[in-house]
């Protein structure tokens, strides 16, 4: 198993994303960039903490390689915005690839400087995982316990239809419908 830290906006959304997906061993929502003592919701809403959200995706890269995780995630999330997802403004919102080894660096170095070279102003953020600090339970799972959210029927519907759109060959069985 392999482990990466991806923030792209609010980890509700992406945690909706990547739980669809083959290979994927588990998807935590969480907080990564600040200290721990301030590693909490109310905290990191303010913006002042450091910590971005993230999701932390633990994944069987035979199943599932680095280079196809990190294919939906820019396709999945406006990697242009600065500190912004939607309505979702603020550095904790900020898009962002934390590598746990040197293969994903250069999978996500390779795939950045491809998307700037089609004319893709990425903001995309590329650093070494700092520590992972899980979210409060309540924000695990956070769409699929909480269907009818109006911000997760908002925003979350349109990333999986995109999903389901473009990688289609990447969904669990359960997810093809």
Known sequence: MKTIL???GCFWCTESVFDSLKGINSVVSGYAGGAGDTANYQAVCTGETGHVEVIEVSYD??????????????????PTT?????NDIGTQYASVIFYTDDEQAKVAKAMIESLRSEGVNVVTKLEPAPTFYPAEDYHQNYYANNPTQAYCNFAIPPKLAKLRTNFAHLLKDNQNA
């Open 82 to 86: 600065l500190n912004r997802q939607g």
């Open 6 to 8: 991806l923030g792209g």
């Open 61 to 78: 890269d035979s199943i599932l390689g680095t280079d196809a995780i990190l294919s939906v995630f820019f396709a999945t999330h406006d």
